[in-house]
């Protein structure tokens, strides 16, 4: 879906209907898209509660979160790494069922994945869940820096999913958007020491093929109502899996061995963008363990093709992108360039996943 950047100072999200429980138009062969309800088996409740929540709970309520305690008082220092663990404190602030549900964050350094741990905790993992009922949590992050040399100023963005570890097996999921209802926070990770030479993080899942990236005149539709000075700080993007960019967002009786992934980005230039693809949260990587970076052309629209091997599928699957800016901070004008999560797309094997 093309989509316009928004801006956060403070995170506080709005929750809209989620609109890909049941499809209309008829799938194609070649997606195998689901063509009917895929909730329609289970009884689905009026008030369009969350799975596991009590029906009276009707209150979707909010939350907001970024680096630091979340009081007014108190002043926020941006990190400095100097070697061994960098810590750092993050907030969240939440009432209402989307918090009870269950919120994500993730970690970019410099557009790449970054695992953390949490106090308490030995291994490094990328995505942790945190349910805020109706309070301040500030837990403290660990982690080793991914990337980066003594002296570099690095852009580090946090990232928050809506009830990540939803699966369609669970039911109706309600007024939820998942990625689409995520945001971001920005802010600079100074190095005052190498990143480490040996990290303890997951093994790197190499799943996606090499790119084919080739640069194509934007459609009039890409840049409607754009002003000649927009081209210098708006950009557009649009993601499509297995040939679809807009819903139906469930591909039912998945057994493909490979994901037709394809990804378009335009606009500014000013601007250096990494995608990082997740399967079932844990992000993928390109053959040589790289992440897939993307510039653009003045007027042009950068587009990359490649697949994803399936063969880890479990029968009960969910896909995103993440579109990170890497520089969005230091760029010499100020851009709409932020952080974007993608549609999820769900790839079920068989009528009743997980079954």
Not at 109 to 133: A, M
Not at 155 to 183: A, I, K
Not at 216 to 232: H, I, K, S
Not at 279 to 295: A, K, Q, R, T
Request: aromatic fraction near 10%.
């Amino acid at each position: 879906m093309k989509k316009c950047l928004f801006s956060l100072t403070v995170l506080f999200l709005a929750i809209a209907l989620f609109g890909c429980v049941s499809v209309e138009s008829p799938p194609s062969a070649d997606t195998g898209a689901l063509s009917t309800d895929i909730f329609q088996p289970i009884t689905k409740s009026t008030d369009s509660t969350l799975p596991n929540t009590p029906s009276d709970d009707s209150d979707l309520g909010g939350f907001s979160c970024g680096l630091g305690d979340g009081l007014a008082s108190s002043s926020v220092e941006p990190p400095h790494y100097s070697g061994g663990e960098a810590e750092l404190t993050y907030y969240f602030d939440g009432n209402g069922r989307v918090p009870r549900a269950g919120i994500g964050l993730l970690l970019f350094l410099d557009g790449r994945p970054q695992p953390y741990r949490i106090e308490g905790e030995t291994e490094y993992t990328y995505l942790h869940v945190f349910s805020i009922n109706d309070e301040r949590i500030t837990p403290k992050l660990y982690l080793l820096p991914v990337t980066g040399h003594t002296g570099d100023t690095l852009e580090m963005t946090t990232f928050t999913l809506l009830n990540p570890n939803y699966r369609p097996s669970q039911g109706d999921p309600g007024m939820m958007v998942f990625t689409s209802g995520s945001g971001g926070v920005t802010f600079p990770f100074y190095m005052d020491a190498d990143a480490p030479a040996e990290l303890k993080i997951p093994e790197k899942l190499t799943l996606l093929s090499e790119p084919e990236i080739t640069y194509e005149p934007c459609a009039p539709q890409d840049v409607l109502g754009w002003e000649n000075d927009d081209f210098q700080i708006k950009y557009g993007h649009e993601s499509e899996v297995n040939g679809v960019s807009n819903g139906p967002n469930v591909f039912a009786n998945f057994h493909k061995e490979k994901l037709d992934l394809k990804y378009s980005l335009w606009g500014t230039t000013l601007v250096h963008y990494t995608v990082v693809y997740f399967l079932n949260n844990e992000p993928v990587y390109l053959p040589d363990g790289s992440c897939l970076d993307l510039e653009v052309q003045e007027g042009m629209k950068t587009v990359a093709r490649l697949t994803m091997d399936m063969s880890t599928l479990t029968g009960e699957d969910c896909v995103y992108a993440v579109l990170v800016p890497r520089n969005a901070r230091f760029t010499s004008l100020r851009t709409d360039a932020f952080i974007w999560g993608e549609l999820n797309w769900f790839l079920l094997a068989g009528e009743d996943p997980n079954k």
